[in-house]
Every structure is written in C-alpha cells, then in structure tokens.
C-alpha cells in the first residue's frame, strides 16, 4: 500500500513533468541521500559534542589488536549486528576502516602471499561492483592483480573471491562460485541489512565487510567495519590501515557510534525511542520498488529482476529484496547502449559494461531524495514505444 505522503510527491513530480521541466536526473552513483529524511525526524537524537581537548591522540585502544579502534564504536557495532541478527560477532576481531573501501583494499594486502612469484588473482561474479577492477588495479600491485569474472576464471593456484551479497547492483543473493580449495573469500555485506533483503542467518565467514553507507546512509562519515576471524589477518589489516592513513578518524567514529547507538534503541524499544530505524527504510524502499515496477510495465521497454520472498527473522514477515540499486535491461532491439539512450532522457545511470555485463543494461541508484526518485519513475514511465 502507498503511503499518502509517496503519493503527494509523486504527484508533485507529475506535476513537475506536466510542466515541461526537463532538469537531468543523475542516479549513478549510490548516494543514499533517501536517508536524510529519518535522521531529520529524529531531530537531536544523534547530535554529539566534541570538545577541542578531544581526540589528540592517535591512540584509541593499544590493548585490541586495531589500535585505533574506537571501543565505543566497537560496543555499537557489536550490539547492532547482535539487535539485526545478520553476523556473528563473538569471538572475531573488529578492524575500523575510512569506509569499506579501505578495508577492501586492506583485505588485500593482508591476504596476498608476500613471497609469491606473481600477483594473486582477485575475482567477482559478473555482474560486479564496478568499483572493484579500479580499486585492485590502481597502484598495480605486485601483491594482487584483477582477473575479472569469476565464472569464467580457470587459473589453478590461489585466488580470493569477493562475494558481494545482496550484490550491487543486481540485488540478489550470493555465494562463492570459483569453490576451489585455495580460493580466499572477502564477503562484501554492504547491503546485508533489512531494508534491502530479508535477514535469513546471522553471516559468519572468515572476512565480512561492512558500512555505515549503506546501513545507515551516513556515507560522508566515511565509516566501515571488517569482521575478522584470523588474527594474523586482522593484524595486517591493521599495519595496512596505519601505513595508509595511520588509523581512521576518532571523531568520525564516535558520530558513527552515536548512530548505531541510536538505530538499535530504535529496534528494541517502542515508540519513545523513535521509529525503528529498519522499519522506516524498509517501508520507504517498499514504496519506491512497487512506484519502479508501475512504471516499468507502464513504458513497457524495460525489465528488472524478479525475486523470491524469504522470511526475515528481524522483521518476522516474508518479503522479497528490494535492493539498493536497480538493475534495468533495456528490452527494445534497436537500443544496445542503454546508458546513452538514458542520458538522452536526461536519467544518469552507470552502464552494464562497467559491471563486467552487456551495456544493454544499467544500474540506477533506488537511495536518493523522493523528489529525485520521483520525477526519475515519472520521466521513466513516459518512455514508451514509437
Ligand atoms: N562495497 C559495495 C558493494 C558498495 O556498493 C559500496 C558503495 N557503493 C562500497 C563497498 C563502498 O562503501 P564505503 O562508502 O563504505 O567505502
């Protein structure tokens, strides 16, 4: 059921249309901008202070292994995926990072043999996150080296796998596909959170990484988190974070904790604490699917994916993924680039061909503002045959 809300600016991005305004939409990048409207009506709930006389040190921690690991921050990561029920924390080690994207890269170099001949192999299912090729490959490494699908990877000897699930940008659930004994797992959980996906198991691989981008939507806090069973490797994701930026930032990580401290109270207690943080986004992105799906079978020139409910135990309901970002094919013969047959709408999106896939499809971003959003579905459903 739409919300009256959803409805009134939907019809206001009508009305915008109606009025000829044909300003460019950019949905390329995951912006998760859709989250501002639940932290304004939180209002102060999350606000902290932090005195000039704070966070001097480089220090947080020197008894953990991640010297500058916040323990505040730890406590909240601890209890939030403990209130989730999506990863197993007991017994792991916690590595912060300046978002997943260092702690992808600190995956790296703690994993690579840093004896052997040539670079280890770094693979990931196409369609991937386009964002990891770039990432491996930018210093060119003698430790690693991008080598693409892992559908098609045949290379004997040690590779690591990144398995990114609910994967971006298709959304749907996965699992290692290589499944060769010396094959090293990274699990990118990103979108492993219950307004994207129903939370089935609590995750508990070797080396999970997550980010208060995506969970939260705080993306400019520029926060992450690795869980970590190996001490060995938590260690050297700690050496690799102090070589790069000799740790992450205290005040980022105690604004970080403030919000996770927040999202769980909202989860276990009722209304004076707020609205469930889940609960809100969940919803939101509940609206903004069914909104895509009308608009998709009213222009008829495009397909998304079809998925299948699961139960979710945080949510105690079935529901089916409704994912961060969509993965649209253009349908129509005539159209093989359906990034550039986009942008000629006036829709920014990112191509299939960055993803390792056919540019025949296109990712969209499901997390910016409603206005956006909706004006975004409006111009979409007016794309119909000629
Ligand atoms: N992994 C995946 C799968 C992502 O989609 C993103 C963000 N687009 C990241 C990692 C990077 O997140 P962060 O902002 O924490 O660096």
Redesign the pocket.
């Known amino acids: 059921q739409l919300s009256s809300s959803s409805l009134t600016s939907f019809a206001n991005a009508r009305i915008e249309a109606q009025n000829g305004e044909e300003r460019v939409i950019n949905l390329d990048?995951?912006d998760p901008t859709m989250y501002e409207k639940y932290w304004q009506q939180e209002g102060d709930k999350t606000t902290i202070v932090i005195p000039g006389w704070q966070s001097l040190s480089y220090f947080s921690d020197v008894s953990n292994i991640c010297w500058f690991l916040e323990p505040e921050f730890a406590k909240e990561v601890v209890r939030l995926h403990k209130v989730v029920g999506n990863a197993i924390t007991e017994n792991r080690h916690i590595v912060v990072?300046?978002?997943?994207?260092?702690?992808?890269q600190a995956a790296l170099y703690a994993l690579s043999p840093q004896d052997a001949l040539e670079p280890i192999s770094v693979v990931s299912a196409a369609p991937y996150?386009s964002?990891y090729p770039s990432i491996t490959d930018c210093l060119k490494s003698g430790l690693y080296k991008w080598a693409g699908d892992a559908h098609s990877f045949k290379k004997e000897g040690p590779y690591i796998e990144l398995v990114?699930s609910p994967?971006?940008p298709d959304g749907f659930v996965r699992q290692s596909v290589v499944n060769r004994n010396e094959g090293i797992l990274v699990h990118?959980l990103?979108?492993y959170w219950p307004q994207y996906t129903s939370i089935s198991f609590p995750a508990d691989h070797d080396l999970m990484?997550f980010?208060?981008?995506?969970s939260t939507g705080h993306?400019g806090m520029?926060?992450?988190w690795a869980i970590v069973k190996d001490t060995e490797v938590a260690k050297k994701m700690t050496k690799y974070i102090e070589l790069n930026t000799i740790g992450v930032s205290k005040d980022s990580q105690l604004r970080a904790a403030k919000v996770l401290k927040v999202v769980s109270n909202s989860c276990e207690s009722s209304s004076s604490e707020g609205e469930n943080f889940f609960e809100f986004s969940h919803n939101q992105l509940a609206t903004r699917w069914e909104l895509l799906r009308l608009a998709v079978q009213k222009s008829g020139q495009f397909t998304v994916p079809e998925f299948a409910p699961q139960f979710c135990t945080f949510l105690r309901r079935d529901f089916k993924p409704q994912p961060?970002f969509a993965w649209l094919k253009c349908e129509q013969e005539e159209v093989n680039d359906c990034e550039s047959f986009l942008r000629s709408k006036k829709i920014l999106t990112r191509s299939g061909k960055h993803f390792g896939f056919s540019p025949k499809y296109i990712r969209i971003s499901m997390l910016d503002r409603d206005q956006n959003y909706n004006l975004f579905v409006q111009r979409l459903s007016n794309i119909i045959s000629s």
């Open positions: 990048h995951g990072g300046t978002g997943s994207t260092q702690l992808f996150y964002s990114t994967n971006n990118d990103a979108y990484l980010t208060v981008s995506k993306a520029r926060i992450g961060a």
